[in-house]
């Protein structure tokens, strides 16, 4: 089957199992996942989602989200939104009662699910990711470019090349204040252009000419972070001039001030203030892995799981866009990444510990390429998570991997990433440091190592007790669970037949992996 009929395939296989082109209220994507707001969260068919070949699984948070996969995501889902379209304008008209009923039913059911993660912090951090995500492939692409050129450079060849290169790959990073001002209006619901013309400032060489505060501002000062404050600045300045601009002048008022107002407030404050705090985070990073790397990997890369469960790894987006943009690379990036490794490690112990439960070795065969790749989240649901103490296994991993990628760091080998996005193995062509390339993928993939074998064996000696052996060292025939990842179990009982599922699990904190009988690494 060509590609694009696989994409649409797969996107025809979804929609009618969250509920049709009718319950589908908004569609977007981020790195791995289909993103979908549904008006009636009781009509999608979680089980026959998850027993697709192309879904990973499934988590429930604000929105509904399909993983896919990297690449994959990003050629259904355009897919999808053409099936949705063609379903809406086919559609005929509903009862105007039956409707309604629907979109009460709908409404209760998502502020219920919303409302354990809905917490004002949350919601802020989510605004933050929703900024810096859709940059990523940018960030990756001339991150790629830029180890290209390097590499060029260091052996000499094609030097009518390499100035090409060095431009591709700076160029966006000398423009992304822009990008970070539009995104960030659209996000918090002011114009995007107005947004993207005061984050402009900053980088306009102009500025050069100013004094502020006693001292002369740079070009570039403030840097993303900046970008962020002046774009916020400006949203709120464009929605009070609409309130009070009479609708006449709207069009010619409201622009006008935006910029003036929050141009002036970014130029003889926020600059400043903003290369203050971003000159902060990259002292404070070298200060704690050069003095602490040990210490600060190892705690670093054994929280960054959980992190990742609550969320709370979105805050670190800015601080990485930070660096990159500083110092041409992050020096926490790499160190985190080692909280995957320790999950394929402590996948790993669990295929061997279990060697009588097909269901689970079978989800782990087909879940590990994902996950040396750093695509997480079927080891992580489909696996350690509900199995409960193998994910707590799992962290010690990454903490020993990190804890290694740190010392070296903390001995004068720094490793960094010149981008987001992508970890484990998929982390190497954008590898870069102060001691040459080699050495820097050196030192990563001896952490790799180090992640791969703490995890192994954590798990392997301390990830199961013997009720734990006991219950799942068993031949698993088809049984179905439920697997929600908004967390706690949600068990079937075992006689239901119709669909192959693993364990369920009696965690509190753990949810119950499918088998992948048709799917691999489901959720």
């Given at each position: 089957?060509?590609?694009?009929?696989?994409?649409?395939?797969?996107?025809?296989?979804?929609?009618?199992?969250?509920?049709?082109?009718?319950?589908?209220?908004?569609?977007?994507?981020?790195?791995?996942?289909?993103?979908?707001?549904?008006?009636?969260?009781?009509?999608?068919?979680?089980?026959?989602?998850?027993?697709?070949?192309?879904?990973?699984?499934?988590?429930?948070?604000?929105?509904?989200?399909?993983?896919l996969g990297p690449g994959t995501v990003a050629r259904?889902?355009?897919?999808?939104?053409?099936?949705?379209?063609?379903?809406?304008?086919?559609?005929?008209?509903?009862?105007?009662v039956s409707a309604d009923d629907l979109a009460a039913?709908?409404?209760?059911?998502?502020?219920?699910?919303?409302?354990?993660?809905?917490?004002?912090?949350?919601?802020?951090?989510?605004?933050?990711?929703?900024?810096?995500?859709?940059?990523?492939?940018?960030?990756?692409?001339?991150?790629?470019?830029?180890?290209?050129?390097?590499?060029?450079?260091?052996?000499?060849?094609?030097?009518?090349?390499?100035?090409?290169?060095?431009?591709?790959?700076?160029?966006?990073?000398?423009?992304?204040?822009?990008?970070?001002?539009?995104?960030?209006?659209?996000?918090?619901?002011?114009?995007?252009?107005?947004?993207?013309?005061?984050?402009?400032?900053?980088?306009?060489?102009?500025?050069?000419?100013?004094?502020?505060?006693?001292?002369?501002?740079?070009?570039?000062?403030?840097?993303?972070?900046?970008?962020?404050?002046?774009?916020?600045?400006?949203?709120?300045?464009?929605?009070?001039?609409?309130?009070?601009?009479?609708?006449?002048?709207?069009?010619?008022?409201?622009?006008?001030?935006?910029?003036?107002?929050?141009?002036?407030?970014?130029?003889?404050?926020?600059?400043?203030?903003?290369?203050?705090?971003?000159?902060?985070?990259?002292?404070?990073?070298?200060?704690?892995?050069?003095?602490?790397?040990?210490?600060?990997?190892?705690?670093?890369?054994?929280?960054?799981?959980?992190?990742?469960?609550?969320?709370?790894?979105?805050?670190?987006?800015?601080?990485?866009?930070?660096?990159?943009?500083?110092?041409?690379?992050?020096?926490?990036?790499?160190?985190?990444?080692?909280?995957?490794?320790?999950?394929?490690?402590?996948?790993?112990?669990?295929?061997?510990?279990?060697?009588?439960?097909?269901?689970?070795?079978?989800?782990?065969?087909?879940?590990?390429?994902?996950?040396?790749?750093?695509?997480?989240?079927?080891?992580?649901?489909?696996?350690?998570?509900?199995?409960?103490?193998?994910?707590?296994?799992?962290?010690?991993?990454?903490?020993?991997?990190?804890?290694?990628?740190?010392?070296?760091?903390?001995?004068?080998?720094?490793?960094?990433?010149?981008?987001?996005?992508?970890?484990?193995?998929?982390?190497?062509?954008?590898?870069?440091?102060?001691?040459?390339?080699?050495?820097?993928?050196?030192?990563?993939?001896?952490?790799?190592?180090?992640?791969?074998?703490?995890?192994?064996?954590?798990?392997?000696?301390?990830?199961?007790?013997?009720?734990?052996?006991?219950?799942?060292?068993?031949?698993?025939?088809?049984?179905?669970?439920?697997?929600?990842?908004?967390?706690?179990?949600?068990?079937?009982?075992?006689?239901?037949?119709?669909?192959?599922?693993?364990?369920?699990?009696?965690?509190?904190?753990?949810?119950?992996?499918?088998?992948?009988?048709?799917?691999?690494?489901?959720?």
């Open positions: 089957m060509a590609t694009e009929d696989k994409n649409r395939a797969t996107a025809a296989a979804i929609l009618p199992l969250v509920g049709g082109a009718a319950n589908v209220s908004s569609i977007a994507h981020c790195m791995t996942r289909l993103r979908l707001g549904l008006h009636d969260r009781s009509l999608v068919d979680d089980e026959a989602l998850k027993a697709l070949p192309a879904v990973m699984g499934v988590v429930e948070d604000d929105t509904y989200q399909i993983v259904v889902t355009p897919e999808f939104e053409q099936l949705v379209e063609e379903g809406r304008e086919a559609a005929p008209p509903q009862a105007a039913q709908g409404a209760a059911i998502k502020a219920q699910q919303k409302a354990k993660n809905a917490t004002p912090f949350k919601l802020f951090l989510r605004k933050i990711a929703n900024i810096f995500v859709p940059l990523i492939p940018a960030l990756i692409g001339c991150g790629i470019i830029a180890g290209l050129n390097g590499l060029l450079v260091n052996l000499g060849w094609l030097p009518a090349v390499t100035p090409a290169l060095a431009a591709m790959a700076s160029g966006f990073m000398a423009l992304i204040a822009v990008f970070v001002g539009y995104n960030t209006a659209k996000e918090f619901g002011g114009t995007p252009i107005l947004g993207g013309a005061v984050a402009a400032i900053i980088v306009f060489p102009g500025v050069a000419n100013i004094d502020a505060f006693g001292q002369t501002l740079s070009p570039g000062q403030g840097g993303v972070l900046g970008a962020l404050g002046a774009a916020v600045l400006a949203v709120y300045v464009e929605k009070w001039c609409r309130r009070w601009v009479p609708e006449a002048l709207d069009v010619l008022v409201t622009p006008t001030l935006t910029v003036l107002i929050s141009g002036l407030a970014t130029i003889f404050g926020l600059m400043y203030v903003a290369g203050e705090i971003s000159s902060a985070i990259g002292t404070f990073a070298d200060w704690l892995l050069s003095n602490g790397g040990a210490g600060a990997g190892f705690v670093l890369g054994g929280l960054f799981l959980p992190l990742v469960m609550l969320g709370l790894h979105q805050a670190l987006i800015p601080i990485h866009t930070t660096l990159i943009e500083q110092q041409g690379y992050t020096v926490l990036l790499p160190i985190l990444a080692m909280a995957g490794a320790g999950q394929v490690g402590a996948a790993m112990a669990v295929y061997f510990r279990l060697p009588r439960n097909e269901s689970i070795r079978r989800t782990i065969k087909s879940a590990l390429p994902a996950g040396l790749l750093g695509v997480g989240e079927p080891l992580i649901y489909g696996v350690s998570l509900p199995l409960g103490r193998p994910f707590i296994t799992a962290c010690v991993g990454g903490a020993f991997g990190g804890g290694f990628v740190g010392l070296f760091n903390q001995l004068g080998d720094t490793v960094g990433s010149t981008a987001i996005g992508p970890s484990g193995w998929a982390l190497f062509p954008l590898l870069d440091g102060n001691h040459g390339l080699g050495s820097t993928i050196t030192i990563y993939g001896a952490g790799l190592l180090v992640g791969y074998v703490a995890g192994f064996l954590a798990t392997y000696f301390f990830g199961f007790s013997k009720d734990l052996l006991t219950e799942f060292n068993v031949s698993q025939d088809p049984a179905p669970s439920t697997v929600a990842a908004t967390g706690g179990p949600h068990p079937t009982p075992d006689t239901d037949a119709g669909r192959a599922n693993g364990p369920g699990s009696t965690d509190p904190g753990s949810t119950g992996p499918d088998s992948p009988e048709k799917a691999p690494a489901r959720v």
